[in-house]
């Protein structure tokens, strides 16, 4: 029986190899940094060694745990709310609408005319898309109305960023659209950080609050109600929570795909099958695949860099193909 020991274990390794990947992230670019400038231009030394280290390698650094962070944890607790071990945070047409929200911003110029307007508007895209979800559940088959309504926004965030695409006024705003979709952390700045880090934050929050719920939803959701249980308000906590992490993670990165689906599955043998008990370990571990991906694709020789969302669909399609056939066999 896998207990606390074995939780507080796998936390402390994640934590301690993210650390150090994290750091090393900091030495790694296109532009060659000496140990002494790396070390100098993060702490506040001027010149060319400063720009590279605050104005691009450290906002790219703390972006990718931010976005890997809210994408593990919203995976772990959208597979406990669903009971679906192929749930991760596109099931619910969330991170959909955010990019919707993006891509609106783009196609109209507006984030030509004011920077942010992106981020902005693609958070409020994934806010709509919470509170429609939390509009549309209720008290009989709440489980399958969330998944047939996120899928139903999924569908139309996807049928209307084509239309966008299709109806673009010149190509620059095609290419433009199709690269934000892509996702990555490049060309990113310390402002998308203090715009998204508050809304991840309250998002980690509202999530490693419902493990509780979720523990007790795995007993069914009439054994959680007799374990006073607010099943419909969980479901509404958790969808908040994601709403809130994710959209604000791709409102500024992009889509990054299969990471919420990836991480719960690895930490799962170390500490078990109850959702609280994977939730924090889900979080560490996204943060380290987001970084450690993210460090990757810097170090592969090409000529332009591979987009991370790009680098994480290649590893993520082939493991959810072996999942799905892991599954096929349990069943049989």
Request: proline share 5%.
């Amino acid at each position: 029986m896998l207990g606390r020991s074995s939780e507080f274990g796998l936390i402390a390794a994640l934590t301690a190899t993210t650390l150090v990947v994290a750091a090393a992230s900091l030495f790694i670019g296109y532009a060659p940094l000496a140990t002494r400038e790396v070390i100098d231009g993060l702490f506040g030394g001027a010149g060319t060694a400063g720009i590279i280290m605050q104005d691009i390698r450290l906002p790219r650094m703390i972006l990718g745990l931010m976005s890997g962070a809210a994408l593990g944890i919203s995976g772990a607790a959208l597979q406990g709310l669903l009971r679906n071990p192929l749930a991760e945070p596109g099931v619910m047409g969330i991170a959909a609408c955010a990019s919707l929200g993006a891509v609106i911003a783009i196609y109209f110029g507006l984030s030509k005319e004011f920077p942010l307007a992106l981020p902005a508007i693609a958070m409020l895209g994934a806010l709509a898309a919470a509170g429609i979800l939390s509009a549309m559940s209720g008290r009989d088959n709440g489980i399958l109305i969330l998944i047939l309504a996120g899928v139903a926004l999924a569908n139309l965030a996807a049928a209307l960023m084509a239309l966008a695409m299709n109806l673009a006024p010149n190509p620059w705003a095609v290419s433009e659209i199709i690269y934000w979709l892509m996702g990555s952390l490049k060309d990113r700045s310390m402002e998308e950080v203090y715009l998204a880090a508050p809304f991840v934050a309250v998002g980690l929050a509202l999530l490693a609050f419902s493990g509780r719920a979720l523990d007790a939803l795995t007993l069914g959701d009439e054994a959680a109600s007799s374990l006073g249980i607010k099943v419909l308000s969980t479901q509404r906590l958790v969808t908040l929570g994601v709403a809130l992490a994710v959209g604000a993670s791709v409102a500024v990165t992009g889509a990054i795909a299969f990471v919420g689906l990836i991480v719960p599955h690895l930490c799962r043998p170390f500490v078990g099958h109850m959702p609280s008990r994977l939730l924090w370990p889900s979080a560490i571990g996204g943060a380290l695949l987001v970084v450690a991906a993210d460090t990757a694709v810097r170090l592969v020789p090409s000529g332009p860099e591979l987009m991370l969302g790009v680098f994480t669909s290649l590893i993520g399609v082939p493991f959810f193909l072996w999942l799905v056939f892991k599954l096929r066999r349990e069943v049989q």
